[in-house]
């Protein structure tokens, strides 16, 4: 750019090469690590390098490994080693195990582009993922005596929340991870709220609490972190609205705890509505849209809705071709700007047919099952909606697609079933949906329960006498299930409620996400297992050539193939012990004829001939 007019455009073109390499080595450490990314508050695989000094501080290279809680949440140590010494998998890696355990779910449990011990869920301690696959997923690890005490330790400083009004509108920004928090006044005439989260650029998250002052994830009553705009409804009606006051002095109202948690770096704008359920707009009651006649849910569809095209509603968000103020970027679906495909991060919002499914940065295959259906999200022990169909084997085990009416437990907390209507004949609502009942029973308050993006019949914390379900008629909220009754013979049936059957399902079946993969010519490490004929024939082993040719794929167990290789092996080694012998022998005659002539030689011949 900085030649003249009248350069060569030869000259021109090596010109701009020569200048984006000098841009590209000023601006990255090591390859993929731009300059930006290192002290960002995450640790990034491509900067965790000596090259880009380990990221910072961000991949804990510096860190004590003293630890304090009772459960080892709190250790950032550098162990990478189970108990048995098997080598941990790196956090921001889904190979071999496809997992949810990342920064975004856990943003302050000190996970990401490493594989050091960490406790992001609860566990008896720090734990990781194991290298041994398909043998054991995870491990406990060894971490050391737990201090009474880390002093020095480093805490995080905590931003105060931000005061927001009823039906004012916050703009905000947050960086990647980073959550930025809200207080909001509800007077007690108020009717009930709706709380809209519309993120400009990124994809920011919702976590909502009337009992916890800046929730987190983990901490939160409700969260929504679906792709695009956050929507979520609570009506005064509604047994979780305005808890009781703990003093009667406090009896004037009540205050809503937000937090907005940045999946990547950008802008958002935030607003709680005085909302009426059941009345429609143009009544006379308070406004709960941003434009009247625009469902906000709709917003950066990458579809033109002319009532949206407001400056209040952020323009569509850029949907009808005009951004005004705002500095949006292109999307080609929900909440997937067109610059974060191939960018070598797996982004949830591009897993799709319209954004060429993220160009192979969630994994090595030209296409998923569904959109938005994440490899990693496959038999991950949460049913997952746009999991569950055919087309992705109903989420593998996660949604119980597999199990039968049978159960044990006279509450039926063990049910696993399909039942989905209630004893008077009302449709259940997906456990996974907010609307029309809204509920804390999710996966993530209940991760045992069978729970997930299903409307199925459940019984939660045996809260009822059965299994149940909230109802999608909203005079009803929730009613008990018409299921068979308890079978003591059912015991030991495995389900995503019973873990010790997933191993051998994972032994027997080739996982769904390398269906597109096997014989591509490449060994990917995930699929090199007997179940998948070893990536089928991708990794140098498997079945015999003509049937991997012919498009066998095997459905029979692991033992079964691992008792084939087995046979393999040790026909290929007894033929080339055979042909090892027969080359020696060979030598041998030739090292005994060397220094005769032909006619010697033949002499020879004959005269063993006549032996």
């Known amino acids: 750019m900085w030649l003249t007019v009248t350069a060569l455009l030869a000259g021109a073109a090596a010109a701009q090469d020569s200048e984006y390499d000098s841009q590209y080595s000023d601006t990255a450490c090591s390859e993929g690590c731009p300059d930006e990314w290192i002290g960002d508050g995450m640790c990034d695989a491509a900067c965790n390098v000596e090259a880009c000094r380990f990221d910072g501080k961000d991949c804990f290279h510096d860190a004590s490994g003293c630890w304090a809680a009772e459960d080892g949440k709190d250790y950032r140590g550098k162990v990478a080693l189970t108990a048995t010494g098997r080598t941990c998998q790196v956090w921001s890696e889904q190979i071999p195990w496809h997992h949810t355990k990342t920064t975004v779910n856990f943003p302050s449990s000190g996970l990401g582009g490493h594989n050091f011990c960490r406790n992001p869920d609860g566990e008896a301690g720090p734990w990781c993922y194991t290298l041994d696959y398909p043998d054991m997923r995870w491990e406990l690890c060894d971490v050391g005596a737990r201090s009474a005490s880390c002093d020095g330790a480093a805490v995080a400083a905590r931003a105060d929340a931000t005061k927001l009004g009823v039906n004012q509108f916050a703009d905000g920004h947050v960086k990647e991870l980073e959550l930025s ?11 009930g709220i709706k709380i809209v989260l519309v993120p400009i650029n990124g994809d920011a998250d919702l976590f909502v609490s009337f009992d916890t002052p800046r929730p987190e994830r983990d901490s939160s009553t409700w969260v929504e972190e679906n792709v695009g705009v956050k929507q979520f409804i609570l009506g005064r009606t509604n047994s979780y609205y305005c ?9 004037a109202g009540c205050t809503l705890h937000l937090a907005v948690s ?33 469902d906000e849910t709709t917003l950066g569809n990458t579809q033109c809705d002319v009532a949206c095209n407001t400056s209040a509603c952020v323009w569509d968000q850029g949907d009808c071709g005009y951004t005004g103020e705002y500095a949006m970027e292109e999307l080609c679906s929900v909440g997937c700007p067109v610059a974060w495909i191939d960018d070598g991060y797996c982004d949830e919002a591009c897993y799709n047919a319209a954004c060429r499914w993220d160009a192979e940065d ?9 959109d938005g259906c994440l490899p990693s999200w496959i038999d991950d022990a949460e049913c997952d909606e746009v999991c569950n169909n055919e087309a992705c084997g109903y989420d593998g085990m996660d949604c119980d697609a597999r199990t039968d009416e049978c159960y044990t437990d006279v509450n039926g907390t063990d049910y696993r079933g399909a039942a989905s209507k209630t004893k008077s004949g009302l449709e259940c609502q997906m456990w996974s949906h ?8 999710t996966h993530l308050n209940f991760i045992d329960a069978g729970l997930g993006g299903h409307n199925h019949c459940r019984n939660p914390a045996r809260e009822e006498l059965g299994p149940w379900c909230y109802t999608m008629s909203p005079g009803v909220r929730f009613e008990l299930c018409q299921v068979p009754p308890p079978n003591v013979e059912c015991g030991g049936r495995p389900s995503a409620a019973r873990p010790e059957g997933v191993w051998e399902h994972y032994k027997a079946l080739c996982p769904v996400d390398c269906a597109g993969m096997l014989g591509n010519g490449r060994c990917e490490t995930r699929c090199n297992i007997s179940s998948c004929a070893f990536d089928r024939g991708d990794c140098g082993v498997g ?4 049937a991997v040719l012919g498009g066998y794929v095997p459905k029979r ?10 046979g393999i092996s040790v026909g290929v080694l007894i033929g080339l012990l055979i042909l090892r012998f027969v080359l020696a022998k060979k030598n041998s005659q030739e090292l005994k004829l060397r220094g005769y002539t032909l006619e010697e030689r033949a002499g020879m011949d004959g005269a063993n001939d006549d032996i």
């Open 181 to 191: 928090w809200f207080d909001v006044a509800l007077p007690p005439s108020l009717a």
């Open 243 to 251: 808890p009781p006051p703990a003093t009667a002095s406090s009896a």
């Open 262 to 294: 940045g999946f990547e770096e950008g802008d958002f704008k935030l607003v709680v509505y005085n909302y009426t359920e059941g009345t429609a707009e143009g009544t006379g009651a308070a406004a709960w849209s941003c434009s009247p006649g625009c």
């Open 362 to 370: 969630c994994v090595n295959a030209p296409s998923g099952c569904a």
């Open 434 to 441: 907010q609307a029309p009942q809204q509920h804390t029973k």
């Open 543 to 546: 079945l015999a050539m003509g």
């Open 557 to 566: 167990s692991a033992s079964d193939f691992t008792l084939m290789g087995v």
